[in-house]
T-cell receptor, first 110, second 112 residues
Framework: GNSVTQMEGPVTLSEEAFLTINCTYT??????LFWYVQYPGEGLQLLLK?????DKGSNKGFEATYRKETTSFHLEKGSVQVSDSAVYFC?????????FGAGTTVTVRA | DTAVSQTPKYLVTQMGNDKSIKCEQN?????MYWYKQDSKKFLKIMFS???????INETVPNRFSPKSPDKAHLNLHINSLELGDSAVYFC???????????FGPGTRLTVL
């Protein structure tokens, strides 16, 4: 079955720093890949997604590229803000099931 | 306009009790899901219904029983609650043939 491994945190950054959260997947075939974000006390929100190799998902300054050769979907943002403090989840979809990574807690300090 | 709503938001109860969590979506989706998030934030799918039919049933104790009265609702009933059931339960919905699932705000269940 599918599984997702992502960099475990916590990650603490200063405002305007560069953020990378690594994510790799194992799957049969080519699953759709997602990054979800969970702000404190809230549910999950879709941040971005990519459905096939070399697709780049982007939203709110975040980007991730579907890399088939390295089975990766790393999340990046060039300049983080305090409001980006949240838990970030990488996920893959196969047979209607989302498989999540363990989540990475990101704290951005002013 | 709440897309996926859950009630209650918080639920505190004693071991051995039976409780239900309700979920409703107004997105017109045909598929709904229940996920469990443990204390370490790890998320795992429990069940999925498509048009009121169970399509995903992961390894979950049979004390957990989902019920879908119609396409817009998927409720989760839990019998004989145990300490290990304490978690945040998320409902989600989506449309068959599309990728994105939309999550509710979660229900924090605490079993004492």
């Amino acid at each position: 079955g599918n599984s997702v491994t992502q960099m475990e945190g916590p990650v603490t950054l200063s405002e305007e720093a560069f953020l990378t959260i690594n994510c790799t997947y194992t799957a049969t075939g080519y699953p759709s890949l997602f990054w979800y974000v969970q702000y404190p006390g809230e549910g999950l929100q879709l941040l971005l997604k990519a459905t096939k190799a070399d697709d780049k998902g982007s939203n709110k300054g975040f980007e991730a590229t579907y890399r088939k050769e390295t089975t990766s979907f790393h999340l990046e943002k060039g300049s983080v803000q305090v409001s980006d403090s949240a838990v970030y989840f990488c996920a893959s979809l196969s047979d209607y099931k989302l498989s999540f990574g363990a989540g990475t807690t990101v704290t951005v300090r002013a | 306009d709440t897309a996926v709503s859950q009630t209650p938001k918080y639920l505190v109860t004693q071991m051995g009790n039976d409780k239900s969590i309700k979920c409703e979506q107004n997105l017109g989706h045909d598929t709904m899901y229940w996920y469990k998030q443990d204390s370490k934030k790890f998320l795992k799918i429990m069940f999925s219904y498509n048009n009121k039919e169970l399509i995903i049933n992961e390894t979950v104790p049979n004390r957990f029983s989902p019920k879908s009265p119609d396409k817009a609702h998927l409720n989760l009933h839990i019998n004989s609650l145990e300490l290990g059931d304490s978690a945040v339960y998320f409902c989600a919905s989506g449309r068959v043939g599309t990728d994105t699932q939309y999550f509710g705000p979660g229900t924090r269940l605490t079993v004492l």
